[in-house]
Each structure stands twice: as C-alpha cells, then as structure tokens.
C-alpha cells in the first residue's frame, strides 16, 4: 500500500527509529523462490520527495538450490 499522509509517515518512523521495517509492495516474488529455496533480502534506501515512507530497493540472493533443506 502506498500511503500518503502524515499519519504514514510517523509510524514509519516509529518503526525505523526500532530498528524495524515493514517491507511490502514487492513484485517477482515467485521468480526468486523459482531458484531457490532460501535467499537473503537486502535493502537499499532510496530517497524520492513528496513521498510518505522509508522507500528503498529490495535484492534477493540466492542461498541454495532449489529442492535443500
């Protein structure tokens, strides 16, 4: 949900100020499980203005194949 408001705002950092991030709105999820069964989710935040929340770019890296327990 992209949310837009003061209200936002706030709680998201809330949850910064914890050490903690809601990360949603991600797309291709089904890609990345294709190839494996875990992987590690690593953000970079990215700085757009006139935009509410902590915005930032999600990579996946694989850490197994596909099939490992």
Known sequence: ????????????????????????NLCNLKAVVEHGRHFTACTYPMNYSGMTGLHCRVVARGEGQKGEK
């Not at 949900?1 to 949603?24: H, L, P, W």
């Open 1 to 24: 949900m992209i949310s837009n408001g003061a209200e936002s705002t706030v709680k998201d950092q809330y949850c910064a100020d914890r050490g903690t991030f809601v990360v949603e």
